[in-house]
């Protein structure tokens, strides 16, 4: 059974930082890509950033350019988000997932298995 465990999110002021953490278990890690999303109140669930499998290509929404940087340690099973100069627009749930292959991608349908996710919330 895979599982995928988010942490790190949090309550922050503008400007500020936070590292989330997905710790997978259950399948091969090192092989698949992985990515996070995010979900607003009242929004769609949308792509925030992606990492395939030997981290050599990473992708990054638009949005979150310049800001945050996905990483993974193969070794650990563990995919990581650092999120500097947070904006409240930011706020949301965010989510890790496993994709179905190797390759990153910014489409939910390219990841087979989802966390549950854990809380961002930015203050203005």
């Known amino acids: 059974q895979v599982q995928l465990i988010e942490s790190g999110g949090g309550l922050v002021q503008a400007g500020g930082s936070l590292r989330l953490s997905c710790a997978a278990s259950?399948?091969?890690?090192?092989?698949?890509?992985m990515g996070w999303f995010r979900q607003a109140p009242g929004k769609e669930r949308e792509f925030v950033a992606a990492?395939?499998?030997?981290?050599?290509?990473?992708y990054n929404a638009d949005s979150v350019k310049g800001r945050f940087t996905i990483s993974r340690d193969n070794a650990k099973n563990n995919v990581y988000l650092q999120m500097d100069d947070l904006k409240p627009e930011d706020t949301g749930v965010y989510y890790c997932?496993?994709?179905?292959?190797?390759?990153?991608?910014?489409?939910?349908?390219?990841?087979?298995?989802w966390g549950q996710g854990t809380q961002v919330t930015v203050s203005s």
């Open positions: 997932a496993g994709g179905r292959t190797g390759r990153g991608s910014g489409a939910a349908t390219e990841y087979g298995y």
């Open positions: 259950g399948r091969t890690f090192s092989i698949y890509a």
């Open positions: 990492i395939s499998w030997d981290a050599i290509s990473t």
